[in-house]
C-alpha cells in the first residue's frame, strides 16, 4: 500500500503544481509548500530534514516553473528523495539515488509538459505516468532513520558497544514487510517506540563515561537480545503462516496420485491383454490345407484318347489274321 500511495501522491503533486501559478501569492504559496512537504514526508518518512528539504524543493519548484518546468520537476523530485538519499547505506548508493531522483523528474516533467493541454483522462494517465518515474528512485535500497542512526552511533561508538549496536543494525535491516505484517498493530507500534528507546540509550553511551557506561551498555544488550527474540518469533510466525494454506498443494498431490494410478492400471491392462493374446496365437494349430490335383486330372483325359486309338490297331489286326486263317 505504501509505494501505490507515494506514485499518487508524486504524480498529483506534479500535476497540481503548474496550476498552483493562478493563485494569489498568499495561498499558492502555502499551498505550494504544503505540498512539497507532503512529498518528502511520503518519499523519505517525517523527520526534520525531509520537511526542511521538502519545503525548499517547493520553492525552487515556484521559481523554476516558468522558465524550465522539466529541470523545476527534477530539483522537486530530488528534494523530495533528498532526506532518504542521504540515508544510503554507502557513497555510491546515496549518488545513485541523487542522481536517479533527478533523471526521474526530469522525465516526470517532460510527460506532464507534454500532455499539459490534454483533456482530463489523457492528464490524469500522464500523472500516473509521472508519479512511476518520480517513485522508480525508491527500488534503490537505503536505512530508515532509526538503522541509519544506529549506524551512525555505531561507528563514533568504542567496543562494546560498537558491536551490539551493530548487531541492532543488522537486525532492523533483516527485518521485512512479511514479517511486520503478522504482527498486530500495537506490539508494531511497541517496538517502534523500543527501538526509539534503544536509540536514545545509544546516544546517552556515546558521552558516558565509567559505571554509567557499564549500566547502558547492559541495558542496550538487553534492548537487543529481546528485540531478536521478537522478530525471530514473529519471523517463524510469519513461515508458518504461509505454509498453512497448503489446501490447494494437497490437492494436486492426491489428483497426481490418482492419475498415476489410472495409468498405472492401464498399463497392467495392456501387458495382461498382450500377453493372453500371444498365449491363444501359440495354443491354437495352424489349418492344414489339402493341395487338390489339379493338373493330373486333364492329363489322365488326355491319355485317354490316345489308349483308346492305340486299342483300335490292334483289334483291326487281330480281325485280319483270323479272316486270312479262314
Not at 500500500?1 to 502555502?30: E, Q
Amino acid at each position: 500500500m505504501r509505494p501505490i500511495a507515494t506514485v499518487i501522491v508524486l504524480g498529483l503533486a506534479l500535476a497540481a503544481l503548474p496550476s498552483i501559478g493562478a493563485l494569489d501569492a498568499l495561498s499558492g504559496g502555502a499551498l505550494t509548500l504544503s505540498i512539497g512537504v507532503l512529498a518528502a514526508v511520503v518519499t523519505s518518512g517525517r523527520g526534520a530534514l525531509s520537511i526542511a528539504l521538502g519545503a525548499l524543493g517547493a520553492l525552487a519548484y515556484t521559481y523554476l516553473a516558468r522558465s524550465a518546468p522539466e529541470l523545476a520537476a527534477a530539483v522537486f523530485i530530488a528534494s523530495a528523495h533528498g532526506a532518504r538519499a542521504l540515508r544510503g547505506r554507502n557513497t555510491a548508493l546515496r549518488g545513485a539515488q541523487t542522481l536517479a531522483s533527478l533523471v526521474a523528474g526530469l522525465g516526470a516533467g517532460y510527460v506532464l509538459s507534454r500532455y499539459a493541454g490534454a483533456d482530463a483522462g489523457v492528464l490524469a494517465a500522464a500523472a500516473l505516468v509521472a508519479g512511476l518515474l518520480a517513485a522508480a528512485p525508491l527500488a534503490i535500497p537505503a536505512d530508515d532513520p532509526v538503522t541509519f542512526a544506529l549506524a551512525g552511533l555505531a561507528s563514533e561508538s568504542d567496543e562494546p558497544t560498537r558491536s551490539m549496536l551493530l548487531r541492532a543494525v543488522a537486525v532492523r535491516r533483516r527485518v521485512d514487510a512479511a514479517t511486520i505484517e503478522v504482527l498486530p498493530r500495537k506490539v508494531t507500534e511497541q517496538l517502534e517506540s523500543a527501538w526509539g528507546a534503544l536509540v536514545e540509550t545509544a546516544r546517552a553511551r556515546a558521552t558516558a563515561r565509567t559505571a554509567a557506561a557499564l549500566l547502558l551498555d547492559k541495558r542496550i544488550a538487553r534492548f537487543i537480545e529481546v528485540l531478536e527474540r521478537i522478530y525471530t518469533a514473529a519471523e517463524e510466525r510469519a513461515a508458518r503462516a504461509a505454509g498453512l494454506d497448503e489446501r490447494a498443494l494437497l490437492e494436486a498431490k492426491s489428483e497426481g496420485d490418482r492419475l498415476e494410478a489410472e495409468v498405472s492400471a492401464l498399463i497392467d491392462v495392456s501387458t495382461s491383454v498382450r500377453v493372453d493374446s500371444d498365449s491363444t496365437s501359440a495354443k491354437t494349430p495352424a489349418p492344414v490345407v489339402k493341395a487338390e490335383p489339379i493338373a493330373s486330372a486333364p492329363a489322365t483325359e488326355a491319355a485317354s484318347p490316345k489308349a483308346a486309338s492305340s486299342e483300335e490297331p490292334a483289334t483291326s489286326s487281330v480281325s485280319a489274321s483270323a479272316t486270312l486263317a479262314n
